[in-house]
């Protein structure tokens, strides 16, 4: 099993930055990738951005140029810095991890943008 705590949601006017982390523990192996989706009211689940075990990234078009996953091994932690935060990037933001076969997911940390 593998436990995952997000931390880093808030409230925060359009223009500015939060950073998201996501501490990792359990069964911490033979990780594929790690990554970051988020769920607005009403709509479906969609990838933010993901890093995989030889540190490629992937980010959503939407939030490429604003948005940064990065990691720390050492500490089995996955950050998603945000910058000129939009009202539209409000959401649900939840931590994934994927293992061949699984998928573990955090409970998710508010981020709400007022315009």
């Known amino acids: 099993q593998v436990q995952l705590v997000e931390s880093g949601g808030g409230s925060v006017q359009a223009g500015g930055s939060l950073r998201l982390s996501c501490a990792a523990s359990?069964?911490?192996?033979?990780?594929?990738?790690m990554g970051w989706y988020r769920q607005a009211p009403g709509k479906q689940r969609y990838m933010v951005a993901t890093?995989?075990?030889?540190?490629?990234?992937n980010t959503a078009d939407s939030v490429k140029g604003r948005f940064t996953i990065s990691r720390d091994i050492a500490k089995n932690t996955v950050y998603l810095q945000m910058n000129s935060l939009k009202p539209e990037d409000t959401a649900v933001y939840y931590c994934?991890?994927?293992?061949?076969?699984?998928?573990?997911w955090g409970k998710g940390t508010l981020v709400t943008v007022a315009s």
């Open positions: 890093i995989t075990s030889d540190g490629r990234t």
């Open positions: 994934n991890i994927m293992k061949p076969g699984v998928a573990y």
């Open positions: 359990g069964s911490i192996f033979s990780i594929n990738a």
